[in-house]
Nanobody, 122 residues
Framework: QVHVVESGGGLVQTGGSLRLSCVDS????????VGWFRQAPGKEREFVAT????????DYADSVAGRFTISRDNAKNTVNLQMSNLKPEDTAVYYC???????????????WGQGTQVTVSS
């Protein structure tokens, strides 16, 4: 049974913005670390951003720092990824992941969504 669901992907032009959302229907997300990862065709899944349980600590991949912001909306049991100044190299399937704590490593997450496609046209 899938608990983690991403939404908000789509097609956008270079320089545009998108906001991805991650909802967990089975748990209270504020009790878990949440990460966003992405996977482009032919490439490994890579870390994008993570946020700790309290929301006061965040970490970003160097490639997105300053352009992406991860945040929590506890009232909606959601973690959002606001993406700005998007570039063609940001094109990938974006995955939300839930684990015991915030981490930049895939192996520290127990549950994953099915992903949402983000395509940035040049």
């Amino acid at each position: 049974q899938v608990h983690v669901v991403e939404s908000g992907g789509g097609l956008v032009q270079t320089g545009g913005s998108l906001r991805l959302s991650c909802v967990d229907s089975g748990r209270t997300l504020s009790r878990y670390g949440v990460g966003w990862f992405r996977q482009a065709p032919g490439k490994e899944r890579e870390f994008v951003a993570t946020i700790n349980r309290s929301g006061d600590s965040r970490d970003y991949a160097d490639s997105v720092a300053g352009r992406f912001t991860i945040s929590r909306d506890n009232a909606k049991n959601t973690v959002n990824l606001q993406m700005s100044n998007l570039k063609p190299e940001d094109t990938a399937v974006y995955y939300c992941s839930v684990g015991a704590f915030a981490s930049t490593s895939k192996k520290d997450y127990d549950d994953w969504g099915q992903g949402t496609q983000v395509t940035v046209s040049s």
